[in-house]
């Protein structure tokens, strides 16, 4: 008797496979996840965690678990440029009034974004996984991915489970196996862009940081000193921190970093007696590389299998969300018979020019840090960047002192910045020409404008006290959100859509739900109208004004994005 094959078979049990299997969980489709390790990731790794993606965790259920065990806010606000972590600061970025629940973020979203390391990421997304689906663990670990065929309606993968080799059939393939993507080799889909910027030493380790936290709080330090040079991750103020230097293993070998030699550079970093044991010692390559391609026939790369970013800006982790979000409903709806595969088209034309966007952001974050280096002096040799020291420890008001901090202060983007906090932008997807004019109440801060427009993630309005927009939404159905008083119109349209159709939840919108920012009839300008919104929260279409015939354009509306009919919105603005 053969078995019957999944729905998907998801490679690789990180941040971006667990949440598809979540996703998938709640789409009802049946998946497995196959991991190659014995367990969860154990280093702390990844740990920004931005708004849009705390979005998303609320959706699945999990924001409020990541928000008790994220790093207090008042011990992340700074990012010091330092001698050492107990030593000379050189000046220090002030995040004041930019993390944690501030106006900043609360005007904007019902959540804000959180500093929490992958290790303890994981077994959240793990713990919710399991839940999704019914108590069963999703995940089978001692599962190496080997290789795969494809025929017309699935493809049927090889995977070496506990040293016995197993076939495993499923309609879709998912790689979310990371930057040495098993998936992405066996399909042939070649990475474009530099494989190689620069080579990290990563030295793990635990300690109780509280001591120096609370006279120089940071959750990134710039460390800068004569003969030493590097960033230290404040990824627990209790528990994990990571020192990462820049070396060349042609001139210094990484078996020569044993751990009476990582200890030496650990004390220098610490500048100050202070306690703590040596977790782990690797190596990583910086690189900015997209896969050439996101879709090869039934196979669908996400995360650092897609694509991998330098990691100043905390983008990758992130932008892996962003890929899950958009693609295993697209999935569902394929799989159930109410979309076309054309629509799965659409996942790369939407999130490859996302992932182009925040790997330039990365290269340029990572090159930006020069600008402070340039005027601590510490690129010019050692003489003149002792120099230059003593003149940072001689006065506050010292013009060298001046200068540093200006150029810190520039490097807020880095750190800091609504864009990249937020959703991005698709300029070009599976939307619908907007045939009016789209109002635009909230001016535009730090590259981030709120707009009713397709292609725009729906801004985050209170539907009702402790409901917003985004809470409305729903993985396995469109949302309409329309005025109050065309409630019973649009509800007579929705009806009237064909059966078996992907459904159209409806959400009655008074002229007063807001955000701090605006109200709905500031987004709706001189006449009220309705938003379709798909289920990964970016707005579909926009009701064009007045219609003859409600129901037959929202039914051409559902038609048309189901199909994956693609739309240059920037064209058609």
Known sequence: MSIEPLDLLIVGAGPAGLLASCIASKLGLSHRVAEARSGLHTEPSAHVLKTHTMEIYRRIGIADKISCLSTPVELQRCIPWCESIGGLTYGRLDLTGKKGRVARFTDISPVHSENLPQSLLEPLLHARAIELAGGVDPVHFNSKFQTYTEEDTLVSATILANGREETVRARYLIGADGAASGVRRAAGIPMEGPSLIAQFLAIHIKSDMRPFLERNPGVVFFVRSIGREG?????????????????????????????????????????????????????????????????????????????????????????????????????????????????????????????????????????????????????????????AIRELASSPDHPRRLAVQAAIDAQVRHFAFLELEMAAVAAKGAFIEPKRAIALPVPDEEGYQPCFAPGHPVPHLWVEPERSTIDCLAFDRFTLFAPEQHSAMWQRAIAALPRGGMPVSLVPLRRDARSEKASAADYWGETPFALLVRPDGRIAWVEPGTLPDAGAALAKAMTCVLAGTIVDIKEAA
Not at 279 to 288: G, L, P, Q, V, Y
Not at 337 to 356: F, K, N, T
């Open 231 to 387: 960033f230290f991750i404040m990824h627990q103020p209790v528990g994990s921190q990571v020192f990462m230097m820049r070396y060349d293993p042609k001139v210094t070998p990484f078996e020569s970093f044993d751990e009476t030699k990582c200890k030496a550079i650990m004390d220098e970093v610490m500048g100050a007696p202070h306690a703590y044991s040596l977790a782990a010692i690797d190596t990583w390559a910086m690189s900015a590389q997209i896969a050439a391609r996101y879709r090869k026939g039934r196979v669908f790369l996400i995360g650092d299998a897609g694509h991998r970013f330098p990691p100043t800006g905390g983008l990758g982790l992130n932008t892996g969300v962003e890929d899950v979000e958009n693609l295993i409903w697209k999935l569902g709806a394929v799989l159930r018979g109410q979309a076309s595969d054309g629509l799965l088209d659409s996942y790369e034309v939407e999130c490859r020019p996302i992932a182009l966007r925040n790997t330039a952001q990365s290269v340029s974050n990572h090159a930006r840090t020069r600008e402070v280096d340039d005027a601590l002096g510490c690129q010019d040799g050692n003489d003149i960047f002792a120099t």
